[in-house]
DNA sequence: CTACCCCTACGATGGAGCTTCGTAGCAAGG
DNA sequence: CCTTGCTACGAAGCTCCATCGTAGGGGTAG
């Protein structure tokens, strides 16, 4: 997974927010409205996020229209991961990382896992779009 | 700012997990029994380490003791904070999370989550956000 | 058909951060 | 006094990311 540089994140900032297949052109003249930056500099770095498989890129008369492969929340679950994944004991880290989380990021957590499974002692689980639905 | 490179991340391991003050050479030893590592680059990078703030010092006779001021979970918790804070949509970035976690990780996720406020409606009266640096 | 414009491909340069290590110096022990 | 072990300082080197220039190709307006 791994972040990304400043200018790469940029890029990715603002297809995520247009949410629409965009062009060098478009983005270089959205960057070039808050500082100076040269087309090639914008095209070198799309190609190698396209290379890197963060974006995919498809032809549209002369020009090449780029999409992000994971939504901006897609890649910042994939980030969590990431960390989590580093750990030894994850109990324990989930335990620091939602003690310092605010109450509606709790409070959205709760709903994001009562979503994905029955909570536990509960006997209802069937209601929400079944994807998880492995039982333990 | 977060993350670290290979030689600092092969250091900070040694640190958590022997989980008391350590010496350069005691950590240079250790890797070099995997690679050839001069002393002086184990403590090059040790020191930048203590000047980031990632490790505490003090003297023991002629040689320092390294202490990490974080633990190693606290430091995984921190990396998904941070990445969890670059989101706009946090509750659907906890949506994406979650529903990729194994069930032991929602099941440890769900404990932690009714440590620091069991009871819906009721806000988790966090004390003190007190940075732990005190090694065991 | 020709000239022009826009876009791509490729490669070169520079900077930041991490890694690597050598040399010089100091303090303790024999 | 000499050896041993640790620190301080600083010089390279490496890897990515950022930055841009130049060369080239294919439509489009005259």
Chains 1, 2 share one sequence.
Not at 3 to 10: I, V
Not at 12 to 35: C, G, K, Q, Y
Not at 37 to 42: R, S
Not at 87 to 109: G, K, W, Y
Request: proline content about 4%; charged content about 30%; some cysteine.
């Amino acid at each position: 997974m791994r972040s990304f540089g400043n200018l790469e994140a940029a890029i990715m900032d603002r297809l995520w927010t247009w949410d629409r297949p965009a062009t060098v052109r478009e983005v270089v003249d959205d960057i070039a409205r808050e500082r100076d930056i040269a087309y090639t500099t914008v095209m070198t770095v799309m190609d190698i996020l396209f290379r890197k498989g963060w974006l995919t890129r498809e032809k549209d008369g002369r020009a090449w229209r780029y999409c992000p492969t994971a939504g901006r929340e897609e890649y910042t679950a994939g980030l969590m991961r990431d960390a989590l994944g580093e750990s030894r004991d994850r109990a324990a880290a989930l335990q620091h990382f939602v003690e310092r989380m605010s109450d509606e990021e709790a409070e959205a957590l709760r709903t994001a896992l009562q979503r994905i499974g029955g909570v536990p002692g509960a006997a209802a689980d069937a209601s929400g779009p079944a994807d998880a639905a492995a039982p333990r």
